[in-house]
């Protein structure tokens, strides 16, 4: 296991701790529970100090398990024979149930909502997003987020230089993106994104993506 990584929201701190060369799905589940302590979200269900929670994808063989102990929350690959709840969900909607859980309904519950936090708007995720990936080799010198508002068109031009990339969408499309929520990809593919760069750019900005939505 790596050193484990706390994440802290008011009195409440959490150890989320994943494997060594850890698997996309494992750093998926664990960044996405660290921004709920973080956020202060369902801080119960992540202070548990027992229990093992089998998380698979519905349509590809990705699956792994969250282990609640006394001092933190551990996330491993693969599941094991018999863990205390089961949850099948969909990795590009949020960790969205496609099958009722099996096992512990209140453990799998509480997980369910662990995996769920809320979105930071999408100013703020912009911002952390250019923060985590401005110094990318080939990213755009300039980013330019843009979505509707209540009062019209808004904007946020995040660096300075020569080249440019624009991601256009709604707020909370935007927000997910930005931060790891939503895969870049997906998004882009489903037509709730519009984007204005080069190939190559898209590119960089699709791993810069990756990076934010896996921690790496």
Do not use: C
Not at 30 to 43: E, F, N, S, V
Not at 59 to 86: H, L, M, R, W, Y
Not at 129 to 148: H, M
């Amino acid at each position: 296991m790596t050193a484990p990584t706390s994440a802290s929201a008011g009195a409440a701190a959490v150890d989320v701790r994943i494997e060594d060369d850890a698997s996309p799905v494992v750093r998926l589940i664990a960044r996405t529970l660290r921004d709920a302590a973080q956020a202060g979200h369902a801080i119960d269900a992540l202070n548990r100090s027992a229990g093992t929670v089998a998380i698979r994808s519905h349509d590809t063989p990705q699956s792994a398990t969250i282990t609640f102990g006394d001092n933190g929350i551990d996330v491993s690959s693969g599941v094991p024979a018999e863990p205390d709840a089961a949850l099948t969900v969909d990795l590009n909607a949020r960790f969205a149930p496609t099958a009722d859980p099996s096992g512990d309904a209140d453990l799998a519950a509480g997980v369910l909502r662990a995996l769920t936090p809320p979105l930071p708007g999408w100013r703020d995720a912009a911002q952390r997003f250019w923060d985590a990936t401005r110094s990318l080799p080939g990213i755009p010198d300039v980013l330019i987020a843009v979505t509707e508002g209540p009062e019209g068109l808004e904007q946020a031009v995040l660096g300075d230089g020569s080249t440019q990339y624009l991601i256009a969408g709604a707020p909370e499309t935007l927000a997910g993106v930005f931060s790891g929520a939503d895969d870049l990809m997906a998004v882009l593919s489903s037509g709730a994104l519009g984007i204005q760069g080069t190939l190559s750019q898209l590119s960089v900005m699709t791993g810069a993506s990756w990076k934010v939505r896996f921690d790496v």
